[in-house]
T-cell receptor
Framework: DAEITQSPRHKITETGRQVTLACHQT?????MFWYRQDLGHGLRLIHY???????NKGEVSDGYSVSRSNTEDLPLTLESAASSQTSVYFC???????????FGSGTRLTVV | AQSVTQLDSQVPVFEEAPVELRCNYS??????LFWYVQYPNQGLQLLLK??????LVKGINGFEAEFNKSQTSFHLRKPSVHISDTAEYFC???????????FGKGTTLSVSS
């Protein structure tokens, strides 16, 4: 069965370190998205991609970057982790706007 | 740009009671509307969506939502809730050109016996 997987599920890192969160989908979806979820804020869009070599900034992109070298993967990199980036991160994919999104199980990141 | 407001952050109800979770949206263009559910320590799961046509949309687990263009609302309803419906519910909007989903801040539904 097709799926979308995120790794790791949990990570603790130190302030200033570079961290990469992985997202891999086997749906063959062109569209992929990264959100962060914080209490009181719901889900906020970080970056998204509509296809290979395409990336776009979302509402809260500062301090984050993504690259899309193939259809299946959209890794999210925190260039220099900050305590304000402690959050739960969700990756999602979709075939088109009217299909809705399929979400991964999330990565809980703690920056100490 | 689109935005979403979920009018209640927490909704406590008793088992077998009806429930309505309220969502208003703002957009200058035609939109797609979605409701998602998140159970504890899980990702989000699509409950239902409105694309066009009939304003009453039925989803999974007995939920339904009504699109009201004049009120710019998309409220979620269930006539009789179960303990297992306890979860976080998110309303989301995108425009029909396919921009990324914008989510509301969520409503915590707590069902007790």
């Amino acid at each position: 069965d097709a799926e979308i997987t995120q790794s790791p599920r949990h990570k603790i890192t130190e302030t200033g370190r570079q961290v990469t969160l992985a997202c891999h989908q086997t749906w063959n979806h062109n569209n992929m998205f990264w959100y962060r979820q914080d209490l009181g804020h719901g889900l906020r869009l970080i970056h998204y991609s509509y296809g290979v070599q395409d990336t776009n900034k979302g509402e809260v992109s500062d301090g984050y970057s993504v690259s899309r070298s193939n259809t299946e993967d959209l890794p999210l990199t925190l260039e220099s982790a900050a305590s304000s980036q402690t959050s739960v991160y969700f990756c999602a994919s979709s075939a088109a706007a009217n299909y809705g999104y399929t979400f991964g199980s999330g990565t809980r990141l703690t920056v100490v | 740009a689109q935005s979403v407001t979920q009018l209640d952050s927490q909704v406590p109800v008793f088992e077998e009671a009806p429930v309505e979770l309220r969502c208003n949206y703002s957009s200058s263009v035609s939109v797609y509307l979605f409701w998602y559910v998140q159970y504890p320590n899980q990702g989000l799961q699509l409950l239902l969506k409105y694309l066009s046509g009939s304003t009453l949309v039925k989803g999974i687990n007995g939920f339904e939502a009504e699109f009201n263009k004049s009120q710019t609302s998309f409220h979620l309803r269930k006539p009789s809730v179960h303990i297992s419906d306890t979860a976080e519910y998110f309303c989301a909007v995108s425009n029909q050109a396919g921009t990324a989903l914008i989510f509301g801040k969520g409503t915590t539904l707590s069902v007790s016996s």
